[in-house]
């Protein structure tokens, strides 16, 4: 898990987020992401967080699946004493920026969902179960063969380890993607870390991945978004982004179900990726009827489907 022969590539870093610093770099003949950490903790505090982190990569590592990003080790010293977390490097970057540039279609905007559906169902059905913790548009990167992989495990875990990072992403960053359960200033325990959450947070993501735009990109403001989401207000997924009706009211549906306040009401990842399928069926296919009766519109559909995955 401890990488020797690590080198950076670039002379500066590529970018920098809430918590970390993106420096290209190379293992052996592979290009690799350096995400170098910024945490300023000392002594004994340093050496829990480590510990936290330690785990959760280690986690990580273990995890295999084509929609996961693959972890490669960490490194204490290239960049000493920073913590680096190194992974392949994507070239095609995060689903956002890779679909504004590439104008994707929706048939091609409902796969990549469906590949992250798939990812999520993979973490969630591991014994114990495995919660991202933060899910959104920027950790799903895209690669090569133009899969989508989710980013960024063991970073959420700074979230709870640690508030002296120059941002975390519950306060900061990640914010708009956050379940109303965890922005209720009332203190989160860790085994409120359900997967829930991430089901959340997935709405959230394929809404910025259809629209383009973060969940409530009309406040410019954190705290607006907050006091929106603890009244029950929830991002309103415009009719233009899906021209056809039956896939818009399916989609909408799904997302209402992803957003419900209640958390024993939301899907689990197994059912949201069974709507999906049928959908994209819907999509290519309008004449189906999907093992459904004919006269069920985009919501019927969506709560018939939630209702019975296995179908």
Request: glycine content about 6%.
């Amino acid at each position: 898990m401890f990488l020797t022969g690590l080198v950076r590539e670039s002379e500066t870093a590529i970018t920098g987020g809430g918590f970390a610093d993106i420096w290209i770099g190379r293992l052996d003949r592979q290009r690799v992401c350096i995400k170098v950490l910024r945490f300023f903790q000392e002594g004994s505090d340093r050496e829990t967080l480590l510990k936290a982190l330690s785990k959760e990569v280690l986690l990580w590592r273990q995890l295999n699946h084509p929609n996961i990003l693959p972890f490669l080790g960490i490194n204490i010293e290239l960049f000493s004493p920073s913590f680096c977390i190194v992974s392949p490097w994507m070239s095609n970057g995060n689903i956002i920026s890779y679909a504004k540039n590439s104008s994707l279609d929706l048939s091609t905007k409902l796969e990549h969902t469906i590949q992250i559906a798939e990812g999520l169902f993979y973490l969630h059905e591991l014994d114990p179960p495995v919660v991202h913790g933060d899910i959104k548009g920027a950790n799903i990167l895209i690669s090569d063969d133009r899969r989508c992989c989710v980013a960024d495990f063991g970073l959420s875990v700074l979230d709870t380890q640690s508030m002296n990072l120059t941002h975390t992403a519950t306060v900061q960053g990640s914010l708009r993607w956050l379940a109303p359960e965890f922005i209720n200033p009332t203190p989160v325990p860790t085994e409120g870390r359900l997967t829930s959450r991430d089901i959340y947070a997935f709405g959230c993501t394929v809404f910025e991945i259809l629209t383009g735009r973060p969940p409530f990109s009309h406040h410019n403001l954190d705290i607006s978004v907050a006091i929106d989401v603890l009244k029950g207000v929830r991002p309103v997924l415009p009719p233009t982004v899906i021209p056809k009706e039956d896939v818009f009211m399916s989609i909408r549906a799904m997302l209402d179900s992803c957003w419900a306040e209640e958390i024993t009401h939301r899907p689990d990842a197994q059912r949201l990726l069974h709507l999906l399928k049928h959908v994209q069926n819907l999509l290519h296919f309008p004449e189906r009827e999907l093992g459904t009766s004919p006269m069920l519109n985009g919501p019927e559909l969506a709560r018939f489907v939630i209702a019975h995955p296995t179908l």
